[in-house]
């Protein structure tokens, strides 16, 4: 029997460790597909843009922790289940067909990016470790540009950062890099007397929904008492031309724009014509198996983490889209695919909330924990980090992050931009282009 896993994130990774123990040396194949051959934790990706941890130490590498897998690099395209059969486009652009005989439908979710004038040319989201490099080597580049610059408008404009949506991501994103933005303007005498401009708008009436209002407060107390602008009640209707213009009338230019407002399943499912509800998700029991139009569970085919709507037993609701909640279905569907091929009862996802953490920068948090309780300041950031370090898959990368966090206590950030990296043949299409030059 051949187990097809769309997606190697939380979901997939997670299944497919569970399906190697189980299934042992039985016969069966359990074959992984994702666009890049490692699993990127998510939680870390504010570290990793502030450079508190080195990006690589965030990403695991899938062929490592998944030896009896067989991994394909590539994306899924589309999938006929009827046919059990997924059409795959590999890393190097060949179409690749695979039959299956049963399908984990893993893929996540996408940045739910509005039509907003100027957002696709300007903005960046914040959801991929290509991101979160891109975005600290971005912050570092503003600010030595902006030391070089004379133009004072250009300057501001070089030196104000928006970020769009207050939600856990953009919130500790904001909040690493503005650390990260302080700590390296002491290296810049040229810039002792310019303002470094952070913009949080956020459309609700709060930031951080998910912790609750009075530690939202705090937490937005906490951002403004070191100069972050945030805007509730606030849209960015445009950013044509690198400029923002906000809801609230206010109109500046910023070279930076982060879109953070938050998620959308990934599109797999609706193109494949699988039975999706209102936002996207496709449905499934409580036993991640996923349902047809009628409600029926579709023989073989399973589902969880982001791209799912997977009832929540503890609350009557829905599990919200989070890396605790994924990693626990994507265990338990995995024992439950494994009982349906021993013909034996399945069992139900069944998972309390364990509250909510988040970081907000160096030595600052806000925590959510169970009973209601409530916790700030060092000690949330402390849970957090311990939290994260310990979900972190494999031991090689929790030793890596503790010496990264161990470092970093004890030297002075770095600073260096390598925007370079992002164009790598820069240098060898000028040296080429100078040799023929001579050669002329
Ligand atoms: C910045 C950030 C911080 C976060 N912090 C937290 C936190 O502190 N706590 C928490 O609980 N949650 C956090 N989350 C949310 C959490 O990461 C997600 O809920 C979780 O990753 C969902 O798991 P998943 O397996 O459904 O999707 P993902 O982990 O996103 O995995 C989906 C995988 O599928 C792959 N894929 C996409 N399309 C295809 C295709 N066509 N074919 C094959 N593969 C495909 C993707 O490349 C990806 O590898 C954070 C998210 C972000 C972006």
């Known amino acids: 029997m051949r187990i097809l896993i769309c997606g190697g994130g939380f979901v997939g990774t997670y299944s497919a460790l569970r399906l190697e123990r189980r299934l042992g040396d039985s016969g069966h194949e359990v074959v992984l597909v994702n666009p890049e051959n490692y699993l990127q934790y998510q939680p870390f990706l504010p570290e990793a843009a502030s450079g508190t941890i080195e990006p690589r130490h965030v990403v695991v590498a899938l062929r490592t922790v ?7 690099v590539g994306e899924v395209e589309t999938v006929d289940h009827d046919a059990r059969q997924a059409w795959v486009r590999t890393l190097g652009g060949e179409p690749l067909e695979l039959h299956y005989d049963a399908l984990v439908l893993a893929p996540g979710s996408i940045s739910r990016v509005l039509p907003v004038p100027g957002l696709a040319e300007r903005g960046v989201g914040f959801k991929t470790i290509e991101e979160a490099i891109h975005l600290r080597n971005d912050v570092l580049a503003r600010l030595e540009a902006a030391a070089g610059a004379t133009d004072t408008v250009r300057r501001q404009a070089l030196l104000t950062f928006v970020f769009v949506g207050g939600g856990y991501a953009g919130v500790e994103a904001l909040a690493e890099l503005e650390d990260l933005a302080r700590s390296a303007m002491h290296h810049y005498p ?18 951080l929904p998910e912790i609750g209002a009075g530690l939202a407060r705090y937490a937005q107390g906490l ?31 910023a070279e930076t724009l982060v879109w953070t407002t938050g998620v959308r399943p990934h599109p797999l499912a609706t193109r494949s014509g699988l039975a999706v509800d209102a936002h996207g998700r496709v449905a499934t029991d409580e036993y991640l198996r996923v349902l047809d139009r009628e409600g029926r569970p579709v023989p073989d085919l399973w589902a969880a983490g982001d791209c799912a709507a997977v009832p929540d037993v ?3 609701g829905m599990s919200p889209p989070s890396a605790q909640h994924a990693l626990r279905q994507a265990r338990r569907l995995a024992e439950n695919l494994v009982a349906t091929i021993a013909g034996r009862p399945l069992r139900q996802f069944r998972y309390h909330n364990r509250g909510q953490l988040v970081s907000l920068g160096r030595y600052r948090g806000v925590a959510r924990l169970p009973c209601n309780v409530r916790v700030r300041g060092l000690l949330a950031w402390w849970l957090h980090r311990s ?17 990264d ?13 390598l925007g370079s990296l992002e164009r790598p043949h820069d240098a060898f299409l000028h040296a080429a282009g100078r040799g023929q030059e001579r050669a002329g």
Do not use: K
């Not at 810039?191 to 913009?199: F, I, M, P, T």
């Not at 972190?392 to 929790?398: A, D, I, K, S, Y």
């Open 66 to 72: 998944l030896p009896r897998t067989r991994l394909v």
């Open 190 to 207: 040229e810039l002792h007397d310019a303002r470094v401009r952070w913009v949080l708008v956020e459309a609700a009436d709060t930031i």
């Open 223 to 253: 951002l403004a008492r070191r100069g972050i602008e945030v805007r509730l009640h606030t849209r960015l209707e445009s950013a044509e031309g690198g400029i923002m213009r906000l809801s609230d009338g206010e109109v500046f230019p």
């Open 314 to 316: 503890t609350t009557g």
């Open 387 to 403: 939290y994260h370090l310990a979900m972190m898959p494999t031991l090689n990368r929790r030793v890596r992050i503790a010496i």
């Open 405 to 417: 966090w161990s470092v970093a206590l004890l030297f002075p950030r770095d600073v260096i931009a």
